[in-house]
């Protein structure tokens, strides 16, 4: 997935200190529910210079609290009900799916994209499996872009300038513009923060001034791609009461795109996690926006244990990301001990949970943690483990320290989640090439 911080944030992060926009990112939540949660006592928060800061700690305690989960499934239930009146035109990608741009790169589909908020890349790798070209990212925490350059660039050789850039400042967009002034783009992705929306009366604004939804908008405006799909927490489509979600529609629509919206689950596609997000597709061509069809059910879900089971005997190996976690001998007892499903702190949490071996992962959170429980050996999950539950292949290599790592694979979009979105839209591409045959 992208990053959704600015450069200040990033300062803020690494000292361990977070604000009401940060907890609000990383949480999926509201800040009106964050503040909500301050007010009542449930997080703790020190006031500095009129403003709230909330240690690490103080912020995973209140993730693992039972109140955060309750706030979930009110989420879903609203989501639910909205998803019941999506208008969603779901496409057969089957035929498809064997292909692998990532590891064949001979498969091109033709089509050239931009991923804005990258992060690590994990909607670029699902796209590049669809046989998509990434030719421009844009993506500011450091870490990422290491991360990002080195798989793209360095291992797989596509000719693009990657490097740590802030999307709201003028230059950063003039020197995308420039780069891909000489390329058709197909499709421009992204995955924005959602904090900057409030309500002015029963009117929606966005601030410019903490919103990076405005800057996505206006390189579309610019590019004007054949199509653009945006990605985002489920939580989105019950803010400000559906209001955050119409209005974005609505904005696409005045810039000539239609747009149809959906929750996609991980798990259809082939990812060894519960993982659900808000996907929105849009084109310019007036043709039908495909989501595509999933391709596993319950029934045939790839587990948890199918996902990291081959990492089972392998020692330790920095290289390849697979850090172990040094725990005390209390914490070790404890952890053999917890039954599958449950979790350290509470039983309706997935922070410090031991998700059942034959089924798929809880989701994965961007908690610099890395608390998912290995359900069969006395430890948490590595980053390699953990990529894995993300669906990245195992030569996509993070940079930066076990945190950072962490951070990046948590933040990520599952990567065969990206690739049954690219297979998606590919197909609509194909058929504004056709039209034009």
Same mark, same amino acid.
């Given at each position: 997935? #992208?990053? *959704?911080?600015?450069? !200040? +944030?990033?300062?803020?992060?690494?000292?361990? $200190?977070? @604000?009401?926009?940060? =907890?609000?990112?990383?949480?999926?939540?509201?800040?009106?529910?964050?503040?909500?949660?301050?007010?009542?006592?449930?997080?703790?928060?020190?006031?500095?210079?009129?403003?709230?800061?909330?240690?690490?700690?103080? #912020?995973? *305690?209140?993730?693992? !609290? +039972?109140?955060?989960?309750?706030?979930?499934? $009110?989420? @879903?239930?609203?989501? =639910?009900?909205?998803?019941?009146?999506?208008?969603?035109n779901w496409i057969d990608i089957s035929d498809k799916w064997t292909y692998d741009g990532w590891?064949?790169?001979?498969?091109?589909?033709?089509?050239?994209?931009?991923?804005?908020?990258?992060?690590?890349?994990?909607?670029?790798?699902?796209?590049?499996?669809?046989?998509?070209?990434?030719?421009?990212?844009?993506?500011?925490?450091?870490?990422?872009?290491?991360?990002?350059?080195?798989?793209?660039?360095?291992?797989?050789?596509?000719?693009?300038?990657?490097?740590?850039?802030?999307?709201?400042?003028?230059?950063?967009?003039?020197?995308?513009?420039?780069?891909?002034?000489?390329?058709?783009?197909?499709?421009?992705?992204?995955?924005?923060?959602?904090?900057?929306?409030?309500?002015?009366?029963?009117?929606?604004?966005?601030?410019?001034?903490?919103?990076?939804?405005?800057?996505?908008?206006?390189?579309?405006?610019?590019?004007?791609?054949?199509?653009?799909?945006?990605?985002?927490?489920?939580?989105?489509?019950?803010?400000?009461?559906?209001?955050?979600?119409?209005?974005?529609?609505?904005?696409?629509?005045?810039?000539?795109?239609?747009?149809?919206?959906?929750?996609?689950?991980s798990a259809d596609y082939g990812v060894p996690q519960i993982r659900r997000r808000v996907i929105?597709?849009?084109?310019?061509?007036?043709?039908?926006?495909?989501?595509?069809?999933?391709?596993?059910?319950?029934?045939?879900?790839?587990?948890?244990?199918?996902?990291?089971?081959?990492?089972?005997?392998?020692?330790?190996?920095?290289?390849?990301?697979?850090?172990?976690?040094?725990?005390?001998?209390?914490?070790?007892?404890?952890?053999?001990?917890?039954?599958?499903?449950?979790?350290?702190?509470?039983?309706?949490?997935?922070?410090?949970?031991?998700?059942?071996?034959?089924?798929?992962?809880?989701?994965?959170?961007?908690?610099?943690?890395?608390?998912?429980?290995?359900?069969?050996?006395?430890?948490?999950?590595?980053?390699?483990?953990?990529?894995?539950?993300?669906?990245?292949?195992?030569?996509f290599i993070f940079m930066g320290s076990k945190k950072w790592q962490l951070v990046q694979i948590?933040?990520?979009?599952?990567?065969?989640?990206?690739?049954?979105?690219?297979?998606?839209?590919?197909?609509?591409?194909?058929?504004?090439?056709?039209?034009?045959?």
């Amino acid at each position: 997935m #992208y990053n *959704r911080h600015t450069a !200040s +944030d990033i300062g803020r992060i690494k000292m361990e $200190i977070y @604000s009401i926009a940060d =907890v609000a990112m990383m949480s999926g939540q509201s800040q009106k529910t964050i503040r909500r949660h301050i007010a009542a006592g449930k997080l703790k928060a020190e006031k500095i210079s009129n403003c709230y800061r909330i240690s690490k700690e103080d #912020y995973e *305690r209140w993730l693992i !609290s +039972d109140s955060v989960s309750e706030l979930e499934n $009110i989420f @879903s239930e609203t989501i =639910v009900e909205a998803q019941n009146t999506d208008k969603v035109n779901w496409i057969d990608i089957s035929d498809k799916w064997t292909y692998d741009g990532w590891s064949n790169l001979k498969y091109r589909n033709g089509y050239n994209f931009i991923d804005l908020f990258s992060g690590a890349g994990g909607l670029s790798c699902g796209l590049t499996m669809a046989g998509f070209t990434p030719v421009a990212s844009v993506e500011i925490m450091p870490e990422a872009v290491e991360t990002y350059k080195y798989n793209f660039s360095e291992q797989k050789g596509f000719d693009k300038n990657v490097q740590a850039r802030d999307i709201k400042e003028p230059a950063v967009k003039q020197e995308l513009y420039n780069s891909v002034s000489n390329k058709h783009i197909h499709l421009i992705v992204g995955g924005f923060p959602c904090q900057g929306f409030s309500l002015a009366g029963n009117r929606v604004v966005t601030d410019p001034r903490n919103s990076l939804y405005l800057e996505m908008l206006e390189i579309v405006k610019y590019i004007h791609p054949d199509y653009v799909v945006m990605e985002n927490v489920e939580g989105l489509r019950s803010m400000l009461n559906g209001k955050v979600e119409a209005k974005i529609i609505n904005d696409y629509k005045e810039a000539g795109y239609d747009i149809n919206v959906t929750v996609l689950n991980s798990a259809d596609y082939g990812v060894p996690q519960i993982r659900r997000r808000v996907i929105f597709i849009g084109n310019r061509h007036g043709l039908p926006n495909y989501h595509p069809q999933p391709i596993f059910s319950p029934d045939n879900y790839v587990t948890l244990g199918e996902g990291i089971k081959r990492f089972m005997s392998i020692p330790e190996n920095k290289q390849i990301n697979h850090i172990f976690t040094k725990h005390s001998p209390k914490m070790i007892e404890a952890i053999m001990a917890l039954p599958e499903g449950q979790s350290l702190y509470g039983n309706y949490s997935d922070a410090w949970k031991k998700s059942p071996w034959n089924k798929p992962s809880c989701t994965v959170k961007e908690n610099h943690g890395g608390v998912n429980i290995h359900p069969k050996l006395p430890r948490v999950l590595t980053p390699r483990e953990l990529a894995a539950l993300q669906s990245f292949p195992d030569d996509f290599i993070f940079m930066g320290s076990k945190k950072w790592q962490l951070v990046q694979i948590g933040n990520a979009v599952p990567a065969l989640l990206g690739k049954a979105i690219g297979i998606a839209v590919m197909k609509g591409i194909d058929q504004i090439k056709n039209n034009r045959e």
